[in-house]
């Protein structure tokens, strides 16, 4: 577990290897998202490095006739 901590300007640094873990690049965007447990700290991803995530996804779902 790593731990940072509170600015008194409330910024945090995020620690090096977590940065290096999920490849947070210098002005790159970040969600936080409360949940009852605490925060969730989630870098956004640009669409263009998506291409190809769902690669082996299952299409064959059953689709409404007006759908078709």
Known sequence: MEQATVSTKYQIVIPLNIRKEMDIKPGQKIFFVKSNDGIQI???????????????????????????
Do not use: H, V, W
Not at 45 to 60: A, H, Q, S, V, Y
């Open 42 to 68: 989630i870098p956004q991803i640009p669409l263009n490095e998506l291409f190809g995530k769902l690669k082996g996804i299952n299409t064959d779902i059953e689709r409404d006739e007006d759908r078709l």
